[in-house]
């Protein structure tokens, strides 16, 4: 069974930074495109970043130029640098990967992790 880790989430001020970690476990990883998600209280999960296996990345409009992906698939583990910080951030993150051409997801979500962005 493949389990999802999240990790690094906290309680920031605006404008601060945080790093959010997914360990991945039970899984080959390094073959597919992985993601970051967030799901703010009433809202709709949304995408945040996704990168390929390669190193490819894409961003969503309201964090492009302010968080980072990144991935190291020996360590199994996909990182999201989150800079400037806004309260608008504040959500559980959520890491996974979705099948290309669809709208599943190839593993159950993890618990995610909470950040908070104060103002």
Do not use: H
């Not at 806004?86 to 995610?112: H, L, M």
């Amino acid at each position: 069974q493949v389990q999802l880790a999240e990790s690094g989430g906290g309680l920031v001020q605006a404008g601060g930074s945080l790093r959010l970690s997914c360990a991945v476990s039970g899984s080959i990883f390094n073959i597919f495109e992985m993601g970051w998600y967030r799901q703010a209280p009433g809202k709709q999960r949304e995408l945040v970043a996704t990168i390929t296996n390669g190193g490819s990345t894409k961003y969503a409009d309201f964090v492009k130029g302010r968080f980072t992906i990144s991935r190291d698939n020996a360590r199994r583990t996909v990182w999201l640098q989150m800079n400037s910080l806004e309260p608008e951030d504040t959500a559980v993150y959520y890491c996974n990967s979705q099948i290309p051409g669809s709208t599943s997801y190839r593993y159950n979500w993890g618990q995610g992790t909470q950040v908070t962005v104060s103002s």
